[in-house]
Nanobody, 122 residues
């Protein structure tokens, strides 16, 4: 089992930056890829980014590529999502997710956090 806890959400203005954190625990986490999704009411959950256990493989959605950066802390149990040049359309609940590979994270995550709200004002 893997437990995921997100933090770092909040209310900022368009053009600002935020950094989200996902802290993971559980005996399976040492070989787990982690990613971020987001969801707004009435819409499907959208893939944002993912990173492999080693940090050597990353994947981004086209909507955030060049603005968001996913990274892994040195202790491996924390994954960050640095969000720059934020837009109102980035407003959503952001969820951390985990699975064995980056590809599986994107299409069939096995574990989910509870989410953190990100709101961007125009």
């Amino acid at each position: 089992q893997v437990q995921l806890v997100e933090s770092g959400g909040g209310l900022v203005q368009a053009g600002d930056s935020l950094r989200l954190s996902c802290v993971a625990s559980g005996r399976s986490f040492s070989t787990t890829a982690v990613g971020w999704f987001r969801q707004v009411p009435g819409k499907e959950r959208e893939f944002v980014a993912a990173i492999s256990w080693s940090g050597g493989n990353t994947d981004y959605s086209d909507s955030v590529k060049g603005r968001f950066t996913i990274s892994r802390g040195s202790a491996k149990n924390t994954v960050y999502l640095q969000m720059n040049s934020l837009k109102p359309e980035d407003s959503a609940v952001y969820y951390c997710a985990a699975a064995i590979t980056v590809s599986r994270v994107r299409y069939k995550s096995d574990y989910w956090g509870q989410g953190t709200q990100v709101t961007i004002s125009s």
